[in-house]
């Protein structure tokens, strides 16, 4: 079952790498830790539908590590809510596919993200919109593990649990580097998940890149009624590629043509 | 020193004169707005009571959510509940609601136009609570921002239109309000508004006071001894200070030899200065005196000693326009 999801996974890696390159900028490493959720999600779990955007119903997600929206471009294209062409377009002049996502210009991205902690709160708002209304549509998020070091994503975390929002669901790309360092050597907030539970949210810890895993995680079998839930997932910064794999350099590094060549050779190697 | 003394900052006004002896026009018109319109919804970061949102609390439960005391947090709620087709009434201080989560209102409701309404209390000097409670930079940081509205009624009565403009408006709307602290008498009653058009409470042909918020009351005042010293003196309500009436405000400047603002906030980046910008751009003649607060901090105190102390209560603006004059 996981296969499928896993070849589409080394696809989008792959093009994320490609288009990475030829703008000459991006975020590769976190675009690499992420890839395997928002496919799963892309893929699997959520409801939505390509050729209706805006449908009431459809599930949500916001990318709150909005500095990895080339991964979510990729994703989007390759589901079909944005031409394929189109990826190619990153970064470049008159393009809708800017360095953060922008929902008033890309269909399928929900919210503007780039300022970091802005994501949870925002999605907090859907999921209390949507018990307002009765919806069945799930929210889901998607935020870095450094980023949890900003204060309005704690906030947003209690009045999630006060307001029992089940509908809503957090998951943390736990790769443990942020931007200039480790989190250990930054502002430590490992491990999250006691402090999740401890302000009233249903916990679960995965395999970031396994793609059961991440599927089982999701799944609305294993939400908790009257809680929101946090998928704590363990993830590597650059995976797939050995020499970004865990390694802070990169960031927001681009490789010269020898390590593209490189990493492209890697993931295609793991290309079935 | 006269004037209250109340500490009617951080309670309902109708607890200090009595249940049902206060008007509650913030609270009454969002309680009307909501059992009008089902997308009408409001948020708190705590401070119900002195932002009039236990009106709606209590009236409509389900239609009020407390977020606790996180404005960060309300700021991306409201937003998200906007971008699921909710209007949802942000509710703070001024100051907290504008200076404290700026990132926050740039980025998840100017940005994507999310149709949130920000409803502000204790505008500029209006508390005793001093410096950490007075919003005199809000309509500067407010304006700053791309698809922001901005509107502050002349009164705590044109509310009510505010409220009402707000929610006809598809975007995002700053709304600056000073709850009423006592009865309106007569004479302190405003005819509501028409959005983005200035309005002419007196008319005049030497001065023209232009003036937004609890400073019409100091115009008006300041206006009526003008007269009196043959000095004929207009009084101007730019109650939607974003987008500005470019039109009104040029045609003062080329009948007037002098154009006053009066603003309950900082003269750098509010009603002063939007003012400025339109005389400079039009070229539109008249010399232009702002009356407000001068780059400064103030403290804290009672509302007429401090727009005495700060040079901006009628009889300043009075003394003001007889020195430019």
């Known amino acids: ?272 | 020193m006269s004037g209250s003394l109340h500490l009617g900052d951080f309670t309902s006004a109708a607890n200090v004169y009595g249940a049902g002896g206060m008007p509650r026009y913030y609270g009454d018109a969002l309680v009307a707005s909501a059992a009008s319109d089902p997308r009408v919804v409001a948020l708190g970061a705590d401070l119900s009571a002195p932002t009039e949102t236990d009106v709606i609390r209590d009236a409509m439960p389900d239609r009020f959510f407390m977020v606790g005391i996180q404005e960060a947090n309300l700021i991306g709620v409201a937003s998200g509940m906007a971008k699921m087709g909710d209007i949802p009434f942000a509710n703070s201080f001024s100051v907290f609601l504008t200076r404290r989560c700026y990132d926050q209102i740039a980025m998840q409701v100017a940005y994507p136009k999310a149709n949130v309404k920000l409803a502000g209390f204790l505008p500029g000097l209006s508390t005793l609570l001093g410096v950490s409670h007075q919003a005199i930079d809000d309509i500067a940081l407010m304006r700053a921002l791309p698809n922001m509205t901005i509107i502050e009624p002349g009164g705590p009565d044109q509310i009510v239109p505010a409220v009402k403009a707000a929610i006809e408006i598809d975007g995002p709307v700053y709304l600056r309000l000073q709850r009423a602290d006592r009865p309106l008498q007569k004479d302190q009653t405003l005819p509501p508004f028409e959005l983005g058009k200035a309005q002419t409470l007196k008319d005049g042909a030497d001065v023209a006071i232009v003036a937004s918020g609890l400073m019409i009351g100091q115009a008006r005042q300041a206006a009526t001894k003008l007269s009196k010293r043959g000095i004929s003196t207009a009084v101007v309500n730019l109650h939607t200070i974003k987008p500005l009436d470019r039109n009104a405000i040029t045609q003062w400047a080329r009948r007037c030899q002098l154009i006053v603002t009066a603003e309950n906030h900082s003269i750098i980046g509010g009603l002063g200065s939007a003012v400025a910008e339109v005389l400079a751009e039009e070229n539109a003649g008249a010399r232009l005196v702002r009356v407000g607060l001068k780059d400064r901090f103030a403290e804290g105190g009672s509302l007429p000693y401090l727009l005495q102390k700060y040079r901006m209560s009628a009889d300043a603006i009075v003394e003001a326009v007889v020195e430019a004059s």
């Open chain 1, 1 to 272: 079952m996981a296969s499928n999801l896993e070849q589409i996974a080394n696809w989008i890696r792959r093009r994320d790498l490609q288009s990475v390159y030829e703008a000459g900028a991006g975020h590769v490493g976190g675009e690499m830790s992420v890839i395997d959720i928002l496919t799963a999600l892309y893929f699997r779990i959520l409801s939505v539908n390509p050729e209706q955007p805006q449908d009431p119903d459809r599930d949500r997600l916001v990318l709150s590590k909005g500095h990895t929206a080339n991964a979510l471009y990729v994703v989007l294209a390759k589901r079909g809510f944005i031409p394929q062409d189109e990826i190619s377009t990153f970064l470049k002049p008159m393009s809708r596919l800017n360095g953060h996502p922008n929902r008033t210009k890309v269909p399928g991205i929900e919210t503007n993200t780039g300022p970091l902690g802005h994501g949870l709160p925002v999605a907090v708002g859907m999921a209390k919109a949507a018990k307002l209304d009765k919806a069945a549509w799930r929210t889901f998020v998607i935020t870095g593990d450094g980023e949890m070091q900003e204060g309005s994503n704690w906030e947003a975390i209690m009045a999630a649990a006060q307001f029992g929002l089940d509908n809503l669901t957090l998951i943390i790309d736990h790769n443990r580097l942020q931007q200039g360092a480790r989190l250990l050597d930054t502002n430590n907030l490992a491990p999250f998940a006691p402090k999740l539970e401890a302000f009233g949210w249903a916990v679960e810890e995965i395999d970031g890149h396994d793609m059961d895993a991440i599927c089982a995680a999701l799944s609305s079998e294993t939400v908790v009624k009257g809680k929101p839930k946090c998928v704590v997932a363990h993830t590597n910064k650059g995976q797939g590629i050995s020499f970004m794999s865990d390694n802070v350099a990169w960031h927001h590094k681009v490789p010269d043509s020898v390590q593209y060549e490189q990493a492209m050779k890697e993931l295609e190697g793991t290309a079935s």
